[in-house]
């Protein structure tokens, strides 16, 4: 019930190309779905994040779609370049759960010049 | 502002030993958590510490605890340290109950 699924574990994109990446999850408690993205040795940095009541939010080339019925939800990196290669995770939580934040198991993206 | 603080960057230390991480958050946030995020996986929440008190706990054995000082500082503590808490330990602070930041980590290596 706790767990987010994602897929795929590493990802190759040649630059310009667009990154797709997918996330499933059970609880239907969770109302709050952020992407991190993490580079080596640094700690998680938020990306971008949706609440279900929308179906799709965009910031800059990255883009969130969420389908709740399906419990699931994606990110899109449109015109993927170098500087993109990194760890993505996917994660969810409830407000009621404050910072107990479920992540994901983590996406190697390379994007190849 | 230098944002969310931790020390050490590195520390190693033996199977049975004792540990404490420290996490200075950013400026104006009172609220710290913690995670632990082992090798190849996503972070996983250990627990939560508001006005000096743990709020919020995860799957996490008693041998991890931890403080909040009267600063917002918060310490990360384990004992008996076994192999498998070898894993990047993540402070994240936040201004009350919203999304928080993180620091860049303590990698904890148990031999």
């Known amino acids: 019930q706790q767990q987010v699924k994602q897929s795929p574990q590493s990802l190759i994109v040649q630059k310009g190309g667009i990154s797709i990446i997918n996330c499933a999850y059970e609880n239907t408690a969770f109302d709050y779905f952020p992407w991190y993205q993490q580079f080596p040795g640094k700690g998680p940095a938020l990306l971008i994040a949706i609440r279900p009541d929308v179906s799709e939010k965009k910031e800059g080339r990255f883009t969130i779609s969420f389908n709740k019925s399906a419990k699931q939800f994606s990110l899109h990196i449109m015109d993927s370049q170098p500087g993109d290669s990194a760890t993505y995770f996917c994660?969810?939580?409830?407000?009621?759960?404050?910072?107990?934040?479920?992540f994901g198991p983590g996406t190697r993206l390379s994007v190849l010049p | 502002d230098a944002g969310v603080t931790q020390s050490p960057t590195h520390l190693i230390k033996t199977r049975g030993q004792q540990v404490t991480l420290r996490c200075s958050p950013k400026s104006g946030h009172d609220t710290v958590s913690w995670y632990q995020q082992a090798l190849g996986q996503g972070p996983q929440f250990i627990f939560q510490y508001y006005e000096e008190e743990e709020r919020q706990r995860g799957n996490f054995p008693d041998r991890f605890s931890g403080h909040q000082f009267p600063n917002y500082s918060s310490e990360l503590n384990v004992n008996a340290l076994l192999l498998g808490d070898s894993a990047l330990y993540l402070c994240a602070s936040s201004p009350g109950q919203v999304l928080g930041i993180f620091g860049q980590g303590t990698r904890l290596t148990v031999v």
């Open positions: 994660a969810a939580s409830n407000d009621n759960y404050g910072q107990n934040f479920v």
